[in-house]
């Protein structure tokens, strides 16, 4: 059985959240307000608590529950976009005090994701999966990226959004991080095309030198992409944390995943 590959830092993410939350509210960024920790009977993170936040998730916001479209898709682009420059412009100093770690994604996050999961595989998803590591760090992974604050689990259930397009909050920071800008940009891919996450870019890169020198950089795209393709290690880990039912359809969706694209994979390389 696939097993979480650092518990003490998933407890950590919690432990800090309230704290993390308080500094980006007085930063002006839409993140949950009056956050607290909740506690089980052994005093062990449970949950953590805070004000409602008044918005659907982006990818559900539109009429019948599809993504918004037209004017409310560029409206959302755009605060995305300006919410992740100003988070990735939040001072390291702060982000430090709070014991948010700096990690490289590519070899203390992902090389111990895709070792943890690789025994569950089939011989054809594993072999692909290890492929496209080593690839990556052989290119330089994401040890040359420059490491901000990220939320580090961008996805359009975490982007909570007014039926106008416009950004009512960002929640879910438990993996908030100092790392690659790049892992949250790919998140924007989870559930929106690629002219959205450009849309996105656009807004990103013209607010503030910082988020303009990330969206320059050369190697954006490639590790933007490979953040993407192997996004469903996550479902893994999350299917086993969560469990019973509810966490076995989790594991069965990034298995199918994960053997989709190594069958695609195979295909291409014929």
């Known amino acids: 059985m696939l097993r979480p590959t650092n518990p003490a830092s998933i407890t950590a993410g ?4 309230p704290a993390l939350l308080a500094l ?3 930063r002006g960024l839409p993140v949950p307000r009056e956050s607290r920790l909740l506690r089980d009977g052994d005093g062990r993170p449970l949950a953590t608590l805070h004000r409602y936040v008044d918005g659907a998730p982006a990818h559900r916001a539109g009429r019948e529950g599809t993504p918004p479209r037209g004017a409310a898709r560029a409206r959302l ?3 995305v976009g300006r919410f992740l420059a100003a988070l990735h412009a939040t001072p390291l100093r702060d982000a430090r005090a709070l014991g948010v770690q700096s990690l490289d994604l590519g070899r203390e996050r992902y090389s111990r994701l895709v070792e943890a999961c690789a025994a569950e595989l089939p011989a ?3 072999a692909w999966l290890l492929g496209e590591l080593a690839t990556f760090l052989d290119g330089g992974g994401s040890q040359h990226a420059s490491r901000l604050l990220i939320h580090g ?3 359009g259930w975490h982007l909570l959004t007014r039926p106008d397009g416009t950004l009512a909050g960002v929640i879910d920071w438990a993996d908030a991080a100092i790392a690659d ?3 949250d940009l790919a998140g924007v891919l989870w ?3 690629p002219s959205f996450l450009a849309r996105v870019l656009d807004a990103y890169a013209g607010t503030g030198r910082r988020a303009a020198e990330v969206a320059r950089d050369p190697d954006l795209g490639r590790r933007i992409r490979f953040y993407l393709t192997v996004v469903a290690v996550f479902q893994l880990r999350y299917g086993w944390m969560l469990g019973g039912a509810a966490g076995a359809a989790e594991t069965a969706s990034g298995h199918r995943r994960l053997a989709a694209q190594a069958a695609a994979h195979t295909r291409a390389s014929r």
């Open 153 to 155: 689990d961008i996805a």
């Open 24 to 26: 980006l509210v007085g």
């Open 77 to 79: 682009a755009v605060d």
């Open 191 to 193: 559930q929106f095309p």
């Open 14 to 17: 919690y432990e800090r959240e």
């Open 124 to 126: 054809r998803t594993r």
């Open 181 to 183: 800008p790049a892992l």
